[in-house]
Structures are given as structure tokens and as C-alpha cells.
Nanobody
Framework: QVQLVESGGGLVQAGGSLRLSCAAS????????MGWFRQAPGKERDVVAAISWSGGNTYYADSVKGRFTISRANAKNAVYLQMNNLKPEDTAVYHC??????????????????WGQGTQVTVSS
């Protein structure tokens, strides 16, 4: 099973940017689709973005389209989330996750293989 460790969260003013990183170990990283989820207090954990093993297929939630970009570096066993023009409603704990496909991350029937522990993102107004 792949172990995931997120980093890069922090406090930023509205309109600012952050870049989250997720480092994977203990598995065959290239075999997995990767995703970023977020969970705000009292809310469900929702998918933000996802990327296929090749990087050729990406998914973005409507709320982040045009502002967030997901990418991966298979040689480094890493996935990234570049977040621009951040808004207070982006405040949440961000988790990365693995699945066998993008659909396994974004579909109604999720099939998550591994979760990271999360990194806090706080956007002040």
C-alpha cells in the first residue's frame, strides 16, 4: 500500500497562491491515479482535482476550475496542486489520495486505495 505525505499548506490572504505537494512511498506510484480532496469543518470530504497515471486525463471540481492545477512527477513519486487566486471558501484540510483510476476518485462510488494525513490551508479575507 502506498503511503502519502502532504506538505505546502499554510495561511494566505485571499487572492494569494499556494502549492501543495504529496510525496508517495511504498508502492508502484505510476500505477495509480492521484487526487486531491478537501474537508472543511462540518462538511464532507470532497474531491478537488484528479489526474490519471499518465497525466493525460485530469478532473477539476467546478469551484476550482481556472484557479487550481494538478500535476504529477512520476520520477519523483509526487503529485502537486497549484492553487491560485485563493478564496476564503477554499479554507480546508487538503488530503491526497490514490485510486486505480480517475473515476475511482471522482465517481459516486469512490474506490480509494490510500489517504494522506492532510495539510491545512487557511485563506483570510
Amino acid at each position: 500500500q502506498v503511503q502519502l505525505v502532504e506538505s505546502g499548506g499554510g495561511l494566505v490572504q485571499a487572492g494569494g497562491s499556494l502549492r501543495l505537494s504529496c510525496a508517495a512511498s511504498g508502492g508502484t506510484f505510476i500505477s495509480y491515479a492521484m487526487g486531491w480532496f478537501r474537508q472543511a469543518p462540518g462538511k464532507e470530504r470532497d474531491v478537488v482535482a484528479a489526474i490519471s497515471w499518465s497525466g493525460g486525463n485530469t478532473y477539476y471540481a467546478d469551484s476550482v476550475k481556472g484557479r487550481f492545477t494538478i500535476s504529477r512527477a512520476n520520477a519523483k513519486n509526487a503529485v502537486y496542486l497549484q492553487m491560485n487566486n485563493l478564496k476564503p471558501e477554499d479554507t480546508a484540510v487538503y488530503h491526497c489520495a490514490t485510486s486505480t483510476s480517475v473515476a475511482g476518485l471522482t465517481g459516486r462510488q469512490r474506490s480509494i486505495s490510500s489517504w494522506g494525513q492532510g495539510t491545512q490551508v487557511t485563506v483570510s479575507s
